[in-house]
């Protein structure tokens, strides 16, 4: 265990255990109580505090706000730690493998050989894809990004399995986790071969789940495909270190969409919407693009004062984390995961001399160190990724394959935590206020209308 994991959980630090908020305007105090979790910064009680004081509290981007209890995930992102279950993410990739930490982060516990078998036989039972739903691919163009079709086809499950859409049943819960974790591989790999023109391999139940992945996305029908195994690792690994990250922007978009009682398919086509942002789960993708551009290891500094340039919209892709104000752990796995896949294919890629070269040149400037921006995962698993054989816009698809479980993981804990509520954030309003009707005739032209030809990009409707 790293030295930074082995810190005692933080002892409940203050004396007080309540917090005092007062009003300057009315001179009204409240005491808020203060919560303490097991390890990690104290957290102040503000349910009731609009019902009390009629004051909301105001948050974009969540930045200081805890949106529920959770056991399934710690970060201290001052330190650079990330535990599982407890479990610190380096030793879970050094010495377990993905289902392992699938049943992990779903139940709580490394499964015993016994536990381990079952799941693994209760996921590999579940790889197929219903023949009717493999029919929907045939809607999409060829060109769809693969996650604009898995957003379809996911969403498209609760159309599926009647049979595990009853989210207050705790063994469809189950079956619906089962499922999804089993199905995304094969929706994954169904969308690279749908725009590559070729037939769908079924799953082989054989092989382990990456094997297995790896021969769904590369096999052909006209020629024997073998999984190289230190290939298969490496993916494994990767898989493990997208698993689950805590509160993330797609876990709480699958958290809310789930709040409302949506089924588990509908949540996580959610999540996955959620992840193909760019300054989420795109970015490992943007990674690459950002590498190309820069080009030559010359052309390296141009670019990091670029991205202290408030004036230029360029950033460091791959730089900078939410919560990590340090390494991101997951990043140094991922550094060493990189060279053992190129060492094992053989194969040199100009773009890592560029990417270590830049995060040498980042560390040691003043914008990056004052700013606490360190490599994140995405920095060095784009370049891992591609040597595999995997093309760029298939890099996310794998982040969704990985992360599903984390999804799940944390949808189930909502669903039988009797504090969940529906979520429903309130606002801080800045628009007009009791604005008086004025009949279309008498109607004024203002500046703050928008012209449909620059609402829909200049294209006719046909070409919508
Ligand atoms: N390059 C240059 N400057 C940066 C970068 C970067 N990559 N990241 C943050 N900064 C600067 C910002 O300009 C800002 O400066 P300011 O205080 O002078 O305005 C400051 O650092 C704080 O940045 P915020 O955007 O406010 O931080 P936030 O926590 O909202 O954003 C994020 C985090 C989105 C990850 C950001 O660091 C970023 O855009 N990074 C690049 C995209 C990326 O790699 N995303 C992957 C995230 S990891 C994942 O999803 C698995």
């Not at 230029?312 to 900078?320: E, I, Y």
């Not at 279309?440 to 620059?454: C, D, G, L, P």
Request: with cysteine; glycine share 6%; net charge negative.
């Amino acid at each position: 265990m790293s030295e930074a994991a082995k810190k005692e959980p933080m002892a409940p630090r203050a004396v007080r255990h309540s917090f005092t908020l007062t009003d300057n305007e009315t001179g009204d105090s409240y005491e808020l109580p203060i919560l303490h979790g097991n390890i990690g910064p104290r957290v102040i009680d503000i349910r009731k505090l609009y019902a009390e004081a009629g004051i909301f509290t105001y948050d974009p981007g969540f930045t200081s706000t805890a949106a529920c209890t959770s056991d399934i995930t710690y970060i201290d992102g001052d330190a650079g730690v990330l535990l599982h279950r407890g479990y610190p993410i380096e030793e879970l990739a050094e010495n377990s493998d993905y289902m392992d930490v699938c049943y992990l982060l779903l139940h709580g516990d490394l499964p015993s050989p016994e536990e381990k078998s079952e799941f693994d036989e209760n996921i590999t039972q579940r790889t197929m894809l219903h023949e009717q739903l493999v029919r929907f691919y045939s809607g999409f163009k060829r060109s769809a990004h693969p996650m604009a079709i898995m957003v379809g086809v996911v969403g498209a499950l609760s159309a599926f399995y009647h049979d595990s859409t009853d989210i207050n049943d705790p063994m469809q819960r189950m079956n619906a986790a089962n499922r999804l974790i089993a199905k995304m591989p094969t929706i994954a790999a169904y969308a690279y071969k749908y725009s590559l023109g070729q037939p769908f391999p079924y799953p082989d139940n054989k092989l382990d789940y990456a094997s297995n992945l790896l021969r769904m996305l590369f096999s052909v029908p006209t020629e024997e495909y073998e999984v190289n195994p230190v290939i298969a690792r490496a993916l494994d690994k990767i898989l493990i270190l997208h698993a689950d990250h805590e509160q993330n922007a797609s876990t709480s978009t699958v958290r809310l969409a789930g709040s409302s009682g949506a089924n588990p398919f509908a949540c996580i086509a959610a999540g996955i919407a959620s992840l193909w942002g760019p300054s989420h789960g795109g970015a490992n993708e943007a990674v690459l693009n950002m590498l190309e551009e820069i080009g030559t290891k010359e052309n390296i500094p141009q670019f990091v004062k670029r991205a202290q340039d408030p004036n230029d919209s360029f950033r460091l892709m791959g730089f900078g984390h939410r919560v990590y104000k340090n390494y991101d752990p997951r990043a140094k796995v991922m550094q060493k995961t990189c060279h053992e896949v190129l060492n094992e294919l053989g194969t040199s890629d100009p773009l890592l001399d560029i990417a270590m070269e830049l995060e040498r040149l980042a560390l040691e400037d003043s914008y990056f160190i004052d700013k606490k921006l360190y490599p994140n995962v995405d920095f060095y698993s784009g370049i891992t990724l591609r040597a595999i054989g995997f093309p760029d816009n298939m890099f996310t698809s794998l982040f969704a394959i990985g992360r599903t479980v984390g999804w799940i993981a944390h949808w189930k804990e909502m669903m039988s935590s009797a504090e969940s509520k529906i979520g429903r954030p309130r606002q801080l309003y800045k628009g007009e206020v009791a604005r008086q009707f004025t009949a279309v005739a008498n109607r004024e032209h203002t500046s703050r209308k928008i012209s449909w030809a620059w609402l829909w990009g200049g294209q006719s409707n046909n070409e919508r």
